[in-house]
């Protein structure tokens, strides 16, 4: 079933691997859908998908040798890991998802007008939810994190978090700040004493 985003009709892969099979089974053709990884460095995943349909036709300049006449359509798509809660634990599978999708949308299958999938329309529109981190949140983060006081595990932690830059909230920020400060702050009291 659609799904309704801002009042366009949106539909989903799954949906659109049905209109599919609906189609082939009806014309009596064969396809097959065929995903490579092109890409997984630095948190972001670029996937490919490749959509082949198949028919078998006595005439046509697309013939192979076999008799047959062979459609192809691909789909890229592009995830960034930790951005959406899906992508913290699935981003090559969604990746992967999402260029079917569009492989599927180029080859006619989108179910309407729409070229995005419903949920490549609700992951852009969280994203421009998505309030990121501050230059100064950052800098002030990075001073907070060569004090003294900030060492060992929690030390460890911070520099796999700040790795993945860009990918931190404006409230992941505060949040930082605010845990530094109190490490500082409990450090610089036990220390009066």
Excluded at 84 to 94: F, H, P, V
Excluded at 122 to 131: D, L, M, S
């Amino acid at each position: 079933m659609p799904v309704n985003i801002k009042g366009k009709q949106y539909h989903t892969v799954a949906e659109r691997i049905i209109l599919l099979s609906d189609f082939i089974q009806k014309q009596e053709k064969q396809y097959s859908i065929q995903t490579e990884l092109i890409s997984w460095e630095n948190n972001v995943v670029i996937m490919k998908a490749t959509l082949t349909i198949v028919e078998q036709h006595k005439f046509s300049d697309r013939i192979t040798k076999y008799g047959e006449i062979i459609s192809t359509y691909t789909g890229h798509a592009y995830e960034k890991e930790d951005v959406t809660q899906i992508n913290k634990t699935s981003a090559l599978e969604n990746c992967e998802t999402s260029a079917i999708g569009r492989a599927l949308s180029a080859a006619g299958f989108g179910g309407g007008n729409e070229y995005a999938s419903a949920n490549e329309v609700e992951n852009a529109i969280h994203q421009q939810q998505f309030n990121p981190m501050t230059k100064d949140q950052a800098e002030t983060i990075i001073k907070l994190s060569e004090h003294e006081a900030i060492e060992g595990e929690t030390l460890e932690k911070f520099e796999v978090w700040i790795r993945s830059k860009g990918l931190h909230s404006f409230e992941d920020g505060e949040k930082a700040i605010k845990r530094f400060e109190k490490i500082i702050d409990e450090y610089n009291g036990l220390e009066k004493w």
